[in-house]
């Protein structure tokens, strides 16, 4: 298996700018989410889907951050107009329903944002 | 308070000592445990699930104490490449999500 694939790896842009990440979860997981790292903050989960539905958006941090999961295979983490302090690792990772709340969660290798 | 509380280290070691990690979290209805690790400027991995006996994978021996809220890791015959970040995690009964701890950076010197 592939694993959970994210794109761009690496993305510089300019204050204002949209900014999209993609994500292609492991086939057959039925969730996915998505995280952001800091130094100062750690790892912090913005959003979670469950079977592409929105279960838990509480921490997408404002209304410039939304989230989308059109498909099983495919999921897009937005920020419009993107700023300095969005500047973080974005992860995206899947897991699957099988055994309750002990499913590993798989990683994608995250997407290095900075902002100017 | 954070939910989950980790001393951020770096613990520095010789190859083949002995190390442990503590971890405190919030939420006395956490009810899965987990150790990920994450090397430097990649993403983290399942190292381990913490059970409330107790358990023991090789090198690497997880305990949870439910009373004091508390989540050890200890690490037996440190490696170099036992050299990352390792994150305590938590998850409340019924829901998939995660939390966190920022991590205890282990630099494992020859």
């Known amino acids: 298996d592939a694993g959970v694939i994210q794109s761009p790896r690496h993305e510089v842009t300019e204050m204002g700018q949209e900014v999209t990440l993609r994500c292609k979860p492991i086939s057959g997981h039925d969730y996915l989410f998505w995280y952001r790292q800091t130094m100062m903050r750690g790892l912090e989960l913005l959003i979670y889907f469950n079977n592409n539905v929105p279960i838990d958006d509480s921490g997408m941090p404002e209304d410039r951050f939304s989230a989308k999961m059109p498909n099983a295979s495919f999921s897009t983490l937005k920020i419009q107009p993107s700023e300095p302090r969005d500047s973080a690792v974005y992860f995206c990772?899947?897991?699957?329903?099988?055994?309750?709340?002990?499913?590993?969660?798989?990683f994608g290798p995250g997407t290095r944002l900075t902002v100017l | 308070r954070k939910e989950v509380e980790q001393d951020p280290g770096p613990f520095n070691v010789p190859e083949g000592a002995t190390v442990a990690f503590n971890c405190t979290y919030s939420?006395?209805?956490?009810?899965?445990f987990f150790w990920y690790r994450q090397d430097c400027r990649k993403e983290p991995k399942l190292l381990m699930s913490?059970?409330?006996s107790g358990n023991e994978d090789g090198r690497f021996t997880a305990q949870l104490n439910r009373a004091s809220q508390y989540i050890s890791l200890l690490i037996r015959d440190s490696k170099l490449s036992d050299s990352a970040t390792y994150l305590c995690v938590v998850n409340v009964a019924g829901f998939q999500k995660l939390v966190f701890g920022t991590g205890t950076r282990l630099l494992v010197s020859p």
């Open positions: 939420n006395s209805a956490s009810q899965s």
């Open positions: 913490v059970y409330s």
């Open positions: 990772a899947s897991s699957s329903n099988t055994g309750g709340p002990r499913n590993e969660q798989f």
